[in-house]
């Protein structure tokens, strides 16, 4: 194993997850025409209850690892390093064990909460079924999860990245193979089809597991883990503060999100319900705004979850070198690389809403409808990320609660006017939903980034430099594409048609926009001169030999 630097973490944390979101995209087509649209909707109140149990248990203590981490092997600390992990895993241990009674316990409860008496759906009974069986995953996630921070804090991007695939691959082999086995095989419910699937969690999370394992047998001597080591006057008392001071932001950021979540698919539910929508209707809706419209989306989220990934040991290890300068420069470029990726992914899928929503899920009326403004969130949630995990690792705990909760709360807050509001002018009423999260995010982002700006000095010159290029790039792009469409009109009744509409479409798409920035210079800002050239050498099979000069990350 080698170290990573920022850019290149970020280039290989990036291009893992795009590998993972894209299978994660691309399993939904068949796992859909497996289960349905009643389904779906049961796959999706299992998968937003498990994420936030499983950010309960583990959502700090990884990331709260790769800070110490990052910190003890600046200072040399390496026994504490060392000791840190194994009270990490401790800790974890008992969060993990409360996560998972409550969630198997009370599964009966919380299927209550989701969609209290609405009739015409899942039944209670269902979505408890499925809640135990997801339980058992909180059990182990947990401890990959830790393993994964210690290795991120030493700058080992490449073995996560691997066990991410692995993770992936193996979950998704169980969905697939599980639930067709047992619906089309056995021809048992479709509750028990999903229940099997969502086991999937379970057995990736193992194999993941095990690859990470062996890869910290394998390397021990880097990992400082090989021998007995001099103990640091730093104590057990002084770890476990660090370690919960650092990851209760964490785990509070995350299961506020969550939980914003949930009571959006609820209120989403209850307020369409009351509009006049039918059980099955509301459920299909919320089920595409909060799951399978979100699973879309994931390809445009990768970029922020592979920065992420790199950024913060980085941050921390400038932070803690008290080289702000660089600490500025690391923040900036992070946000251009994903403003340039996020901006022309998200409005160019919001263009193609109807052939893609055709490809993954069939033929729907309001699917695409959904889809074309809620991919627009991912923009936002991507900015919102990258300036989250920053203000963390700075320690700006208060500013990332305030941010957080009053964020999400004007979310909360104005779902259901914002739902009425638009039914009363003859929008969709679920756009009010989607609407209310862009205002919970744009909140939350500039509450970050004022105080950033102010206690930090950083400045954001170069990024809104870089963003206006950015932006107007795109919007050229989709007048481009505009264009074509009155030649090519999209036609969605053939799923063929449909793939080959996508692909024209973003090839084109693709060309027009990179060809701009590269223009404008923004591909080489952003890349650097030296990356950039690697990047065309490759891309040209050699035949593009320019010598560039080396970047600082």
């Known amino acids: 194993m080698k170290k990573n630097s920022f850019i290149e ?48 248990s583990s959502a700090g203590i990884p990331v709260a690892m790769s800070k110490i981490v990052s910190e003890y092997d600046t200072t040399k600390q390496k026994e504490a390093k060392v000791r840190s992990l194994k009270l990490g895993i401790l800790i974890i241990s008992i969060i993990s064990l409360i996560a998972f009674f409550v969630l198997f316990v009370y599964a009966a409860d919380i299927a209550h909460i989701i969609v209290g008496d609405l ?9 408890a079924l499925v ?5 058992f995953s909180v059990l182990l996630i947990p401890f990959l999860s830790v393993t994964k921070g210690y290795l991120q804090g030493h700058k080992f991007i490449t073995p996560t990245s691997n066990s991410q695939m692995l993770e992936q691959v193996g979950r998704i082999f169980v969905i697939l193979a599980g639930s067709y086995i047992t619906i089309k095989v056995l021809h048992k419910s479709v509750a028990l089809g999903v229940a099997v699937a969502v086991s999937g969690a379970f057995f990736g999370g193992l194999l993941a597991l095990l690859y990470i394992l062996a890869k910290i047998k394998k390397n021990k001597e880097k990992l ?31 299961v506020t999100v969550n939980f914003f979540n949930i009571v959006d698919m609820s209120l989403i539910i209850r307020t369409l319900g009351k509009i006049g929508f039918s059980g099955a209707d509301a459920e299909f809706v919320s089920s595409a705004m909060t799951t399978w419209g979100y699973k879309l989306n994931m390809i445009v989220n990768a ?13 921390v290890s400038a932070h803690v070198a008290k080289q702000d300068k660089k600490v500025s420069n690391i923040f900036n470029k992070a946000l251009q690389i994903v403003l340039f990726i996020s901006v022309p992914a998200a409005l160019g899928l919001s263009f193609l809403a109807k052939p893609v929503w055709r490809i993954f899920y069939g033929v729907s009326t309001l699917g695409p409808i959904i889809f074309k403004v809620s991919i627009l969130t991912a923009i936002m949630c991507n900015v919102y990320l990258i300036a989250l995990q920053t203000a963390q690792s700075l320690n700006e705990y208060k500013t990332v609660y305030a941010a957080v909760i009053i ?49 930090k000095e950083i400045t954001y010159l170069p990024t809104l430099k870089a963003g206006l290029k950015i932006f107007a790039s795109a919007f050229v792009m989709l007048i481009c594409l505009s264009f074509l469409k009155i030649i090519l009109p999209f036609n969605v009744t053939s799923l063929w ?18 060809g701009l920035t590269y223009k404008l210079g923004l591909v080489e800002n952003i890349l650097g001169q030296r990356r950039l050239t690697m990047l065309l050498n490759r891309l040209t099979f050699g035949l593009v030999k320019v010598k560039g000069k080396d970047d600082e990350d």
């Open 407 to 455: 964020g999400f709360s004007m979310n909360a807050i104005f779902d259901v006017p914002f739902m009425y509001l638009c039914h009363k002018v003859g929008l969709p009423p679920f756009y009010g939903a989607t609407f209310a999260t862009m205002l919970g995010y744009i909140v939350a982002i500039a509450i970050i980034l004022i105080r950033l700006k102010h206690y």
């Open 497 to 514: 048609h449909s793939i080959f509409l996508v692909a024209l479409y973003a090839i084109l798409g693709a060309l027009i926009y990179f």
């Open 9 to 56: 973490g970020t280039i290989i944390a990036t291009l893992a997850i795009v590998f993972t979101k894209v299978l994660g995209m691309l399993y939904v087509i068949p796992f859909y025409a497996i289960i349905g649209s009643a389904g779906s909707a049961l796959y999706s109140y299992a998968y937003n209850i498990y994420v936030i149990f499983l950010n309960i």
């Open 303 to 315: 970029i922020a979850t592979g920065l992420t990934i790199s950024l913060i040991p980085n941050i």
């Open 224 to 254: 400082d883990l090989d021998h007995k080591l001099k103990r640091d006057k730093v104590t057990n008392k002084e770890i476990l503060k660090k370690i919960l001071t650092y990851a209760i932001p964490f785990i509070v950021i995350n």
């Open 131 to 135: 809640l135990r069986v997801v339980s």
């Open 119 to 127: 009739s015409g759906g899942n039944t209670r009974e269902d979505i």
